[in-house]
């Protein structure tokens, strides 16, 4: 089993939808997370850290759910350039500087 | 922002040559990281390293050694190349348990 497991899709999604990234990990001892935004043929980069309590930023939603041991990322009202692969990324455990990606999730949004 | 420079975007190497990948970073972060991503295997953690002269194995460490003589440069070393190399080799920047930036990434293929 991967330590960190993302739904690959691809969600292909009409412009205005709102779509949904679930990820789950599998060691308990992880202590922080992320999700990053992937262009093809580009570097990943970080789309938003991931809090217990939740958080927002603009039309995106992250979550936490230590206990189920997932996350999630919510994109409301999709726009064209939010196609890309999303990375789920979970960190710690028994080495903190240590990264796990999840293999990403693939978004294509359509006029 | 955080800078990390890759020397080569894409680089061409013929089987059983001795390959170099240098990174560089300028946010003087303890933590440098090289991954690989392979289409469907998503990124996987070749080697890390949390000062200067320490390095430790990541996931599939294999076939490549790595240098970090001062705390700003990370090399990856292909000792000798092979066909299974050809891939994106990212490397990244990060405090412990924290965002990772990454540099733009080297698109090498072994012939």
């Known amino acids: 089993r991967k330590e960190v497991e993302q739904d690959p899709g691809p969600f292909n999604v009409p412009e205005g939808a709102t779509v949904a990234f679930n990820c789950t990990y599998s060691?308990?001892?992880?202590?922080?997370f992320f999700w990053y935004r992937q262009d093809c043929r580009k570097e990943p980069k970080l789309l938003m850290s991931v809090y217990s309590s939740g958080n927002e930023d603009g039309r995106f939603t992250a979550q936490l759910n230590r206990a189920s041991q997932y996350i999630s990322l919510l994109i409301r009202d999709s726009k064209l350039s939010d196609s890309a692969t999303y990375l789920c990324?979970?960190?710690?455990?028994?080495?903190?500087?240590?990264?796990?990606f999840g293999d990403g999730t693939t978004l294509t949004v359509k006029p | 922002d955080v800078k990390v420079t890759q020397s080569s975007r894409y680089l061409v190497k013929r089987t059983g040559e001795k390959v170099f990948l240098e990174c560089v970073q300028d946010?003087?972060?303890?933590?440098m990281f090289w991954y690989r991503q392979d289409p469907g295997l998503g990124l996987r953690l070749i080697y890390f390293s949390y000062d200067v002269k320490m390095k430790e194995k990541g996931d599939i460490p294999e076939g490549y050694s790595v240098s970090r003589e001062k705390k700003e440069r990370f090399s990856l070393i292909l000792e000798s190349a092979s066909t299974n190399q050809t891939s994106m080799y990212l490397c990244a920047t990060g405090g412990a348990g924290e965002k990772l930036f990454f540099g733009s990434g080297t698109q090498l293929s072994v012939l």
């Open positions: 990324v979970v960190n710690g455990g028994a080495n903190a500087g240590k990264s796990t």
């Open positions: 946010m003087d972060h303890e933590n």
């Open positions: 060691n308990s001892a992880s202590q922080s």
